[in-house]
């Protein structure tokens, strides 16, 4: 990674521009060609530098409801609770931890009856019943920025 990698992620991650050809106006920005800017950005994609470029909207304000579910599963059950999760389109993600709630993840629903109905046809499905939903009661994390 050199300065122009590091310019075009700080550029990027602060201020993508919301326009119709938003890596042209990075590439005008830093000073070098709209397709390098695509080319830099497809291989730090590709070295797992770069995750996922996307918006991060407030959801609350938006209506929608999150939660945070940590389930206690036996690990016979953890394959079939697991897809059964990841089945679920509100679940953006989640991971194993070595706790005896061993399965964590995060749900988003468009309100609060859907967020309780997913979350009981999780129980439903899977006959895991120690599901906790533990919601945020207060939003520390407003922005995270890396000066690269």
Same mark, same amino acid.
């Given at each position: 990674?050199d300065n122009?990698?590091?310019?075009?992620?700080? =550029?990027i991650?602060?201020d993508?521009p919301l326009?119709?050809?938003?890596?042209?106006?990075?590439a005008e920005?830093i000073g070098?060609g709209?397709?390098e800017v695509l080319?830099?950005?497809?291989?730090?994609?590709?070295a797992?530098?770069?995750r996922?470029?996307?918006?991060v909207?407030d959801?609350?304000r938006l209506g929608?409801?999150?939660?945070? =579910?940590?389930?206690?599963?036996?690990e016979?059950r953890?394959e079939?609770?697991?897809?059964v999760?990841?089945a679920q389109?509100g679940v953006?993600?989640?991971?194993?931890?070595d706790?005896?709630y061993?399965?964590?993840?995060?749900?988003?629903?468009?309100g609060?009856?859907e967020?309780?109905?997913?979350l009981e046809?999780i129980?439903?499905?899977?006959?895991?019943?120690?599901?906790?939903?533990?919601?945020?009661?207060?939003?520390?994390?407003?922005?995270a920025?890396?000066?690269v």
């Amino acid at each position: 990674m050199d300065n122009t990698d590091r310019r075009i992620l700080n =550029c990027i991650q602060e201020d993508l521009p919301l326009t119709a050809t938003p890596f042209a106006e990075v590439a005008e920005r830093i000073g070098i060609g709209e397709k390098e800017v695509l080319e830099r950005i497809a291989r730090l994609k590709d070295a797992g530098i770069i995750r996922r470029i996307g918006a991060v909207f407030d959801l609350r304000r938006l209506g929608f409801a999150s939660t945070l =579910c940590a389930a206690r599963v036996p690990e016979e059950r953890l394959e079939d609770f697991v897809r059964v999760v990841n089945a679920q389109p509100g679940v953006t993600h989640n991971y194993r931890r070595d706790d005896a709630y061993n399965v964590w993840f995060t749900l988003i629903a468009p309100g609060e009856e859907e967020l309780s109905a997913t979350l009981e046809g999780i129980r439903r499905e899977t006959g895991i019943d120690d599901i906790l939903s533990l919601r945020a009661v207060k939003t520390f994390k407003i922005n995270a920025r890396f000066e690269v």
